[in-house]
């Protein structure tokens, strides 16, 4: 019923940037907030960044300092801008929202995930 699309992961260079975006989609009512998650073989998930919908955010110490997470409400949408990439911030990363059914039923949402690799 919804949907989490995300993109922007690729291959990049230490040092260098990229943006992921993801769109949620579908019956939805609210999003009360959005964030990313990243995993490695062999490790536990680590949130990396979550912003609620009053724009407050959290920040994993690891990337204090070089990533920025945004959203557009009305769009469903959140961003994660992600700079001085370090290899150590190789991992798949999973777009999360915690969605508000019209029914008002709220559940969290996942999507697919895109692999970011960051070259030394």
């Known amino acids: 019923q919804v949907q989490l699309v995300e993109s922007g992961g690729g291959l990049v260079q230490a040092g260098g940037s990229l943006r992921l975006s993801c769109a949620a989609s579908g019956s939805i009512f609210s999003i009360n907030h959005m964030g990313w998650y990243r995993q490695v073989p062999g490790k536990t998930r680590e949130l990396v960044a979550s912003?609620?919908?009053?724009?407050?955010?959290y920040y994993a110490d690891s990337v204090k300092g070089r990533f920025t997470i945004s959203r557009d409400n009305a769009k469903n949408t959140t961003y994660l801008q992600m700079s001085s990439l370090k290899p150590e911030d190789t991992a798949v990363y999973y777009c999360y929202a915690m969605v508000v059914r019209y029914s008002g039923y709220e559940y969290d949402d996942w999507g697919q995930g895109t692999q970011v690799t960051v070259s030394s």
């Open positions: 912003i609620r919908s009053d724009d407050s955010t």
